[in-house]
């Protein structure tokens, strides 16, 4: 990440986006819900009106909805986007060249056996983004994304503290912005391969974030 997110006490946290902000009432995660629910449906809608292979499969997994949304920036998931390659994090946390000090979190997850990895003893989920989407979506094949959540946990919980993935959290790396970080025959990945150009799920998505809105606002509930 281009900067460290804490919370009050001062600690990294890491919620999924749907799940953000210091006091979220149970009306407006439910608001937040019912977004992701018709962004998820307009999804599985262009799906079939553009012919995109595995339309079937989207139509039934709502975790392969959700990825793609969250992936694309569509609107707020309970999903939060990982990576196993340490140069696509670097290249994702250095993006911008006149910011602070960047910073690199490595996480201690389950296991990765499948497409979609649920593992009920720790009530998570995890998916692979490039097992799921389409060849339509070019993004994964330059990420190497993953992303994973609590597993059937919606607007029901018991403490917020349990969907941050701050509790997964083995090492924070800070990296300065500057020519000593990359070298030694190593570089960033460049941002017109990290973002390809002629991406066609990101057309979609472009369009289903205009319909549904990226932001939902405590004042606007109605």
């Given at each position: 990440q281009g900067r460290d997110f804490k919370n009050k006490a001062g600690a990294s946290s890491f919620y999924p986006s749907i799940y953000r902000g210091e006091r979220l009432s149970r009306e407006e995660l439910a608001v937040r819900f019912d977004v992701l629910t018709g962004a998820s449906r307009r999804?599985?809608?262009?799906?079939?009106?553009?012919?995109?292979?595995g339309t079937q499969e989207v139509r039934r997994r709502k975790y392969i909805q959700w990825s793609i949304l969250q992936h694309y920036e569509v609107c707020p998931t309970p999903l939060l986007d990982f990576t196993h390659s340490m140069r696509v994090a670097c290249s994702f946390a250095t993006l911008d060249p006149d910011g602070d000090d960047a910073y690199v979190y490595a996480f201690g997850l389950p296991y990765i056996t499948n497409r979609i990895s649920v593992n009920s003893e720790q009530d998570l989920v995890n998916v692979r983004l490039l097992s799921i989407c389409p060849p339509d979506a070019l993004r994964p094949y330059f990420q190497e994304g993953y992303l994973a959540g609590t597993d059937e946990v919606t607007t029901d919980y018991d403490s917020k503290d349990e969907l941050d993935f701050t509790r997964r959290l083995i090492a924070k790396f800070r990296i300065t912005r500057?020519?000593?970080?990359?070298?030694?025959?190593?570089?960033?990945?460049?941002p017109f391969a990290l973002y390809p150009?002629?991406?066609?799920?990101?057309?979609l998505c472009e369009g289903i974030r205009e319909e549904v809105g990226t932001e939902i606002e405590a004042g606007q509930l109605g």
């Amino acid at each position: 990440q281009g900067r460290d997110f804490k919370n009050k006490a001062g600690a990294s946290s890491f919620y999924p986006s749907i799940y953000r902000g210091e006091r979220l009432s149970r009306e407006e995660l439910a608001v937040r819900f019912d977004v992701l629910t018709g962004a998820s449906r307009r999804l599985v809608d262009a799906f079939e009106r553009n012919g995109i292979a595995g339309t079937q499969e989207v139509r039934r997994r709502k975790y392969i909805q959700w990825s793609i949304l969250q992936h694309y920036e569509v609107c707020p998931t309970p999903l939060l986007d990982f990576t196993h390659s340490m140069r696509v994090a670097c290249s994702f946390a250095t993006l911008d060249p006149d910011g602070d000090d960047a910073y690199v979190y490595a996480f201690g997850l389950p296991y990765i056996t499948n497409r979609i990895s649920v593992n009920s003893e720790q009530d998570l989920v995890n998916v692979r983004l490039l097992s799921i989407c389409p060849p339509d979506a070019l993004r994964p094949y330059f990420q190497e994304g993953y992303l994973a959540g609590t597993d059937e946990v919606t607007t029901d919980y018991d403490s917020k503290d349990e969907l941050d993935f701050t509790r997964r959290l083995i090492a924070k790396f800070r990296i300065t912005r500057d020519d000593t970080f990359w070298d030694g025959g190593f570089a960033p990945i460049p941002p017109f391969a990290l973002y390809p150009s002629g991406d066609r799920m990101l057309e979609l998505c472009e369009g289903i974030r205009e319909e549904v809105g990226t932001e939902i606002e405590a004042g606007q509930l109605g």
